[in-house]
C-alpha cells in the first residue's frame, strides 16, 4: 500500500533558525512528490519533486528528492512567523487514477517571535 | 486571480440531516477533486472528476455519499444522512487535464455534525 509518512509532526521554533521537515514513502509506481504548505485553509502549492539530488529552491525554503532512499526534506532557513503553518508532504503515482495525491499527515510548525 | 470557489464555508448539522457542499472550479480545468481532511491528518481523496464523468470514486462512502458534476463544471458532494464521524474539511480542487500535479484548492467547508 502507497504511504506517506511525515516527521517531526510538530515543531516548535524561534524566529531566524533553520528547520528540516522529513518526508518518508512507499510507493510501487512514483510518478512526484509534492509539498504543500496549509495555514487556516486550504492547501496551497510549493514544490514538485520527480528527480533524485536536484534541489528546488523558491526563497527561503528548499527541497530535495532521494529515490534511492524514499525520502524528501523540506528546508527552511531564517524562519519567519509567517511560516508558521501545517506542511504536508503527498505522492502521486502512477496507476489507479491519475491524481490521486497520496497526503502524509503533516508537520505543524511553530515559530515564536 | 482566479480561485476555486467553495460554499458554505462553515456548516453545521444535526446527524442524520442531509448536507450538501458546492464547488465552482478555475475556469478552463477539466479535472476537479474532493478531498476530507480531518482534523490533524492529511486530506484524502473522494472522488475524482473529468469533465462530468467519475474516474475515482473508491474511498468515497456510497452509502451516504453522493457527487455530481452535470455539466462538468460546478459540482456539489452531498452527504445523507450526515453522522459525527463526517466532521471535517472537505476540500475542492482542480486541474487542467494532464497536470494533475498542479492541483488548485479552494479555501474549504467546515463541516460540524452534531
Known sequence: E????????????HEGDTVT????????????????????????????LTSSGIEKK????????????????????ATQTGDSAVYLC???NYGGSQGNLIFGKGTKLSVKP | EAEVAQSPRYKITEKSQAVAFWCDPISGHATLYWYRQILGQGPELLVQFQDES?????????????AERLKGVDSTLKIQ????GDSAMYLCASSFRDREHEQYFGPGTRLTVT
Open chain 1, 2 to 13: 502507497d504511504k506517506v509518512v511525515q516527521s517531526p509532526l510538530s515543531l516548535v521554533v
Open chain 2, 81 to 84: 444522512p450526515a453522522e459525527l
Open chain 1, 58 to 77: 523558491s526563497g527561503r525554503l528548499s527541497s530535495i528528492l532521494d529515490k534511492k532512499e524514499l525520502f524528501s526534506i523540506l528546508n527552511i532557513t
Open chain 1, 21 to 48: 521537515l522529513n518526508c518518508s514513502y512507499e510507493v510501487t509506481n512514483f510518478r512526484s512528490l509534492l509539498w504543500y504548505k496549509q495555514e487556516k485553509k486550504a492547501p496551497t502549492f510549493l514544490f514538485m
Open chain 1, 90 to 92: 503527498a505522492l502521486m
Open chain 2, 54 to 66: 467519475v474516474v475515482d470514486d473508491s474511498q468515497l462512502p456510497k452509502d451516504r455519499f453522493s
